[in-house]
């Protein structure tokens, strides 16, 4: 068995240490909203990087932006285990419902392999218990897979194996940090962009494919950095200048609002500033807070908008962004 894959030895190249809290429960989202931007995403160039925050999320907009190369970045380690489960998960699943079945535990009594609609196929899981000797059969699985790319510290596949359990336990009705006030995964799966598309990477055959092929080509790369530090950025900027990557999307979710808390707002823009960006980049965030917005969807318990990402650096540099309510 090799000491490591190339895929261990670059994620080992760009994490910084981890700073976040251990026990930091962000294991799905709670952004009903991101759906609304997801054609706009579509129109962007396919090719460029995208960079990110955080869990899943990340795969819908990945499905629509079409992006090369892909790195999520976060400053929990934990947030990087997640992604490690989702990429054993997805590599050994050729369609979206042996994934559901695989990382849920769950097998339908009914044959929902050919059911398209995506709130129909939640349902189906829904009714299905979860059964712990397939989750004890999917915890081996991903844990020899890992290994094998070279993941092998006890205390990070440990954590991977209380992850996955977390995430069976609920199956379809699972919800950030388990609060009923936030929207469960088997309602966003049937989400719809605001041309009436699929939008949730898991509504549509096609979009599962297309994070499928990346994380196949080891190119989707869950990071641990500091949007505002000093260790990771500078790799990660000298990485995709290597590669001749230019970044089409960053997606930052409400980070910006926490950075201006910290008082580090003016050094995340500096290293984005050093990221090659292509000139057509769109930055997305995200308010998890009630704010009358035009672009706010009614219903939706968060607002997301794109912007153009040179725009913003252009506007941020002059000083015409000084708190959280002017990026909205």
Not at 127 to 137: D, S
Not at 178 to 192: D, E, K, S, T, V
Not at 284 to 312: C, K, Q
Request: a neutral charge.
């Amino acid at each position: 068995m090799p000491s490591e894959s190339p895929y261990k030895a670059l994620l080992d190249r760009l994490c910084e240490p981890p700073a976040g809290p251990a026990s930091a429960d962000n294991l799905m989202t709670n952004e009903d909203s991101i759906a609304s931007v997801l054609d706009r995403l579509a129109e962007l160039p396919a090719g460029n990087a995208y960079l990110g925050v955080g869990p899943d999320q990340n795969f819908s907009m990945i499905a629509a932006a079409r992006p090369a190369k892909a790195l999520i970045l976060d400053f929990r380690t934990k947030n990087r285990n997640l992604h490690l489960l989702h990429k054993a998960i997805v590599e050994r699943s050729p369609d979206r419902y042996v994934y559901l079945r695989t990382f849920w535990a769950r097998s339908p009594v009914t044959e929902v392999e050919t059911v398209a609609d995506p709130a129909r196929l939640a349902a189906a899981f829904a009714a299905a218990p979860m059964k712990p000797e397939v989750l004890a059969a999917a915890q081996r699985d991903v844990r020899r897979f890992l290994e094998a790319e070279g993941f092998r510290a006890e205390d990070d596949l440990a954590d991977i194996a209380k992850i996955q359990a977390r995430l069976a336990g609920p199956g379809p009705e699972g919800r950030f940090l388990a609060l009923r006030m936030y929207p469960a995964i088997g309602r966003l799966m049937a989400m719809n962009s605001r041309s009436g598309r699929p939008g949730h990477w898991l509504a549509d055959g096609s979009l599962y494919e297309i994070v499928r092929n990346l994380h196949q080509a080891d190119a989707i790369l869950p990071v641990v950095a500091d949007w505002a530090g000093t260790l990771a950025m500078p790799k990660i900027a000298a990485y995709l200048s290597e590669l001749r990557a230019k970044v089409g999307c960053i997606y930052v979710s409400d980070v910006e609002f926490f950075l201006f808390r910290a008082g580090s707002f003016d050094r995340y823009v500096a290293n984005l500033t050093r990221l090659p960006i292509a000139e057509e980049a769109v930055i997305v965030r995200t308010s998890t807070r009630e704010i009358d917005h035009p672009e706010r969807v009614a219903g939706n318990s968060s607002t997301t908008i794109v912007r153009s990402l040179p725009a913003f650096l252009e506007a941020a540099r002059a000083g015409k962004i000084r708190r959280w309510d002017d990026l909205f």
